[in-house]
Nanobody, 130 residues
Framework: VQLQASGGGLVQAGGSLRLSCAASGRTFSGYTFSGYGMGWFRQAPGTEREFVAADNWSGGNTYYRDSVKGRFTISRDNAKNTVYLQMNALKPEDTAVYYC???????????????????WGQGTLVTVSS
């Protein structure tokens, strides 16, 4: 599957951005975009990639890292095979390259471990100035 992330940019602290991630190319009998969990991860310079937010199949359940709870929202439009990350009240510490990913195996649980994700987008840079 190909994941195309977009929407990053430069924003002042307190501002908002919405990231998008469009999926294509994953085809096998019975596959639907809504059937697989999606996640967002980020990586700041000199740090490890970290989990940000994710949902399970169809987006019925979501999970966030503590530092973004109440500020970030993951959502999806299954008709467009697209997942979004709405980021509000951005802080300089949110600066990172953000990656979207799709789980390898369908599951009812929300996956927060990067090893559960077999498909990754190319990343989009978010820079928050103070």
């Amino acid at each position: 599957v190909q994941l195309q992330a977009s929407g990053g940019g430069l924003v002042q602290a307190g501002g908002s951005l919405r990231l998008s991630c469009a999926a294509s190319g994953r085809t096998f009998s019975g596959y639907t975009f809504s059937g697989y969990g999606m996640g967002w991860f980020r990586q700041a310079p000199g740090t490890e990639r970290e989990f940000v937010a994710a949902d399970n199949w169809s987006g019925g359940n979501t999970y966030y890292r503590d530092s973004v709870k109440g500020r970030f929202t993951i959502s999806r439009d299954n008709a467009k095979n697209t997942v979004y990350l709405q980021m509000n009240a951005l802080k300089p510490e949110d600066t990172a390259v953000y990656y979207c990913a799709q789980v390898s195996v369908r599951s009812y649980t929300v996956a927060t471990d990067a090893r559960s994700y077999g498909y990754w987008g190319q990343g989009t840079l978010v820079t928050v100035s103070s």
